[in-house]
T-cell receptor, first 108, second 113 residues
C-alpha cells in the first residue's frame, strides 16, 4: 500500500518560476526522502530529511517536514527546463515506501 | 565506478516462460531491493535483501523469487511469467539500513505476451 501521496499529480510551469510539490503520509516515519526520475531512467536521490528536522536545503531545493500534519513539501526555486521529471517522496519506516509521484513540466 | 547495473534492459516473454533479471552493484552495499513500477502505481517493493545469503518479502512478492548468493549481486526470477508481470523493474541498493538513501539501476522493461 502507498504510504506517501504526492500532490499535485502533474504540474506545468515556465522556466524561472518556483515549483512546489507536497507529500502526505499516514504513519510515523524515520525519515522522508525525495527522488527524481527522468523519463525512462532510474530514480535519483535528491534529499533526505529526518523526523526530527523541520527544513533542509540543497542547492535550489528546499524540503520541509511537518510530522504533526504528516506532510512534507519540496520546493524547486528558479526552475529550469532540465528539471522536467517525475518527483517521488518516499517514507522510511522499516523500508522505503514510494508515492505515485508528481510529473513536473518546465517549459522554456 | 558503475554504481547499480541491471541486465537485460529489455525483454519480451511469452506467458509461462521463465527468466532471471540480474542486478549488480559495486558500492559494497549490504542492502539490495527489487521494485516494479507500473503506470499510476508508483514503485512497489517486490523483495529485498539485508545481506549476502538473506532475502525478505516486500509488498508484492507473489510470482517472484530472489537470490543473493554474492554480496554484489541480487537476482530476480520469474518462474512462469504472466501478463500481469508486464512492468518496469528497478533494482536498488543502500549502505547500512533499509531506510538509507537508495541508489537505483536504470531499469529493465519486461513485456509478457
Amino acid at each position: 500500500s502507498q504510504q506517501g501521496e504526492e500532490d499535485p499529480q502533474a504540474l506545468s510551469i515556465q522556466e524561472g518560476e518556483n515549483a512546489t510539490m507536497n507529500c502526505s503520509y499516514k504513519t510515523s516515519i524515520n525519515n522522508l526522502q525525495w527522488y527524481r526520475q527522468n523519463s525512462g531512467r532510474g530514480l535519483v536521490h535528491l534529499i533526505l530529511i529526518r523526523s526530527n528536522e523541520r527544513e533542509k536545503h540543497s542547492g535550489r531545493l528546499r524540503v520541509t517536514l511537518d510530522t504533526s500534519k504528516k506532510s512534507s513539501s519540496l520546493l524547486i526555486t528558479a526552475s529550469r527546463a532540465a528539471d522536467t521529471a517525475s518527483y517521488f517522496c518516499a517514507t522510511a519506516d522499516s523500508t522505503l515506501t514510494f508515492g505515485k509521484g508528481t510529473m513536473l513540466l518546465v517549459s522554456p | 565506478n558503475a554504481g547499480v547495473t541491471q541486465t537485460p534492459k529489455f525483454r519480451v516473454l511469452k506467458t509461462g516462460q521463465s527468466m532471471t533479471l540480474l542486478c549488480a552493484q559495486d558500492m559494497n552495499h549490504e542492502y539490495m531491493y527489487w521494485y516494479r513500477q507500473d503506470p499510476g502505481m508508483g514503485l512497489r517493493l517486490i523483495h529485498y535483501s539485508v545481506g549476502e545469503g538473506t532475502t525478505a518479502k516486500g509488498e508484492v512478492p507473489d510470482g517472484y523469487n530472489v537470490s543473493r548468493l554474492k554480496k554484489q549481486n541480487f537476482l530476480l526470477g520469474l518462474e512462469s511469467a504472466a501478463p500481469s508481470q508486464t512492468s518496469v523493474y528497478f533494482c536498488a541498493s543502500s549502505s547500512d539500513r533499509a531506510t538509507d538513501t537508495q541508489y537505483f539501476g536504470p531499469g529493465t522493461r519486461l513485456t509478457v505476451l
